[in-house]
């Protein structure tokens, strides 16, 4: 997040911030229903999707460039099954999602954006408090 020196957003940020939440709701619901044509209107030709373990004694990263790549993983982490809920909320200051099920957090998601475009998804299984 961009902050001035007084710890203030700058205009930027407050210009952009309601289009990206939106672009994070749409992100939801394309992938939840396997909408893969809207998913590519959403991600960048280039999009980067990174998958962390989130297993401190031995982390595991994986990550897949382009929209080709990107949409199975996206749709398979995000889709509707029994029990998952995934939430649209704040991740670490910006807009992202949080996946739980039985009421216990399984991952959270960051979000980040060229222009209008998301560029990166990052995962993070098993996220700690």
Same mark, same amino acid.
């Given at each position: 997040?961009s902050?001035?020196?007084?710890?203030?957003?700058?205009?930027?940020?407050?210009? !952009?911030?309601?289009?990206?939440?939106?672009? +994070?709701?749409? %992100?939801?619901v394309?992938?939840?229903?396997?909408?893969?044509?809207?998913?590519?209107?959403l %991600?960048? *030709?280039?999009?980067? +999707?990174?998958?962390?373990?989130?297993?401190? @004694?031995? *982390?595991? $990263?994986?990550?897949? /460039?382009?929209? #080709?790549?990107? $949409?199975?993983?996206?749709?398979?982490g995000?889709?509707?099954? *029994?029990?998952? +809920?995934?939430?649209?909320?704040? +991740?670490?200051? #910006?807009?992202?999602?949080?996946l739980?099920?039985d /009421? @216990?957090?399984?991952?959270?998601?960051?979000?980040? !954006?060229?222009g209008?475009? $998301?560029?990166?998804?990052? $995962?993070?299984?098993?996220?700690?408090?």
């Amino acid at each position: 997040m961009s902050l001035t020196s007084q710890g203030r957003s700058t205009s930027w940020e407050r210009l !952009f911030r309601p289009l990206r939440h939106r672009a +994070v709701h749409e %992100l939801r619901v394309a992938a939840e229903h396997g909408d893969s044509g809207q998913l590519v209107s959403l %991600l960048d *030709p280039g999009v980067a +999707v990174v998958v962390e373990s989130g297993d401190v @004694e031995h *982390p595991l $990263i994986r990550m897949v /460039n382009g929209t #080709y790549d990107a $949409i199975p993983v996206l749709v398979h982490g995000l889709s509707a099954r *029994p029990g998952q +809920v995934v939430h649209e909320r704040s +991740v670490n200051g #910006y807009a992202g999602l949080t996946l739980s099920r039985d /009421n @216990e957090q399984t991952a959270a998601v960051t979000i980040d !954006f060229a222009g209008r475009l $998301i560029s990166s998804v990052w $995962i993070r299984l098993r996220p700690r408090g």
